[in-house]
């Protein structure tokens, strides 16, 4: 198994949330797994979505590739949102009068990916000789094919890691991670240096309700809640499929 990251950005991003019943249509602040491999797909070459209620040819080929998720350049978890209005005056689409939606948009949004990959997996080789040439087939985007996403192959990077026991009290867990117990009580100082915390940030936890995978039953997201943190992480041993990232002395998530 090979463990690589890629950072990944975009001018702007809108991963829209399915349930919005509202004027204005919302995004989840931080990319998904779901997005991710689709991402993946483009950039290899693999098919989306061309029939319904089947799933893309992407998913079937990459859903064994494990994730993880770090924002960067980020306000304490957070992206700077814009408004951006829509008119759609085809007359069959609105039945001859304005359309207007509005779409709460991510501003520069920029995420460092981690993935989990077989080497004996010609699809998982492939994904790791593109990302690492800075190549695609297809060009990848944050949610609407006109927010172009973008990497420096410069930025591709390899880890030594393993799945040790986990025996200290607390750790450090670099990647957004899936919140299965109530985090209070469960934090403690923030990260000091040796670890990549930087004194003058401030001590943050960040909450959000994402996509952790596709509900092949019903054919739509299985949402969980996740969570994503500068403090040091009680009983982390509880979260499951945590990996030690030698290089960065911390934990990575990969779901």
């Known amino acids: 198994m090979k463990l690589?990251?890629?950072?990944?950005k975009a001018d702007f991003a809108f991963f829209r949330q399915p349930d919005t019943n509202a004027t204005i249509n919302l995004s989840y602040n931080i990319i998904h797994r779901p997005v991710v491999l689709g991402i993946l797909g483009a950039i290899i070459g693999l098919d989306g979505y061309q029939e319904k209620g089947k799933l893309p040819q992407y998913y079937e080929v990459l859903k064994d590739v494990a994730v993880g998720i770090e924002p960067l350049n980020h306000d304490k978890g957070n992206y700077t949102k814009t408004n951006i209005k829509y008119s759609n005056t085809i007359g069959y689409a609105n039945k001859g009068t304005n359309f207007l939606t509005e779409e709460l948009t991510l501003v520069n949004p920029e995420y460092r990916i981690y993935l989990l990959l077989d080497e004996q997996n010609a699809f998982h080789s492939r994904v790791v000789d593109y990302i690492n040439g800075g190549n695609a087939e297809y060009i990848p985007y944050l949610g609407k094919n006109e927010f172009t996403a973008w990497w420096n192959a410069d930025s591709y990077k390899e880890y030594q890691f393993n799945q040790k026991e986990i025996t200290e009290e607390s750790v450090r867990i670099q990647t957004v991670f899936h919140k299965k117990n109530v985090l209070s009580g469960n934090t403690e100082t923030p990260v000091p240096d040796f670890v990549n915390f930087k004194k003058e940030e401030t001590p943050f936890i960040y909450f959000e309700r994402l996509p952790k995978d596709f509900d092949?039953?019903?054919?739509?997201?299985?949402?969980?809640d996740f969570a994503f943190s500068n403090y040091l992480i009680k009983n982390a041993q509880t979260l499951g499929n945590l990996y030690f990232i030698e290089k960065l002395n911390a934990y990575a998530q990969l779901l």
């Open 216 to 224: 092949l039953a019903l054919m739509q997201y299985e949402i969980a």
């Open 4 to 8: 690589i990251s890629f950072d990944l």
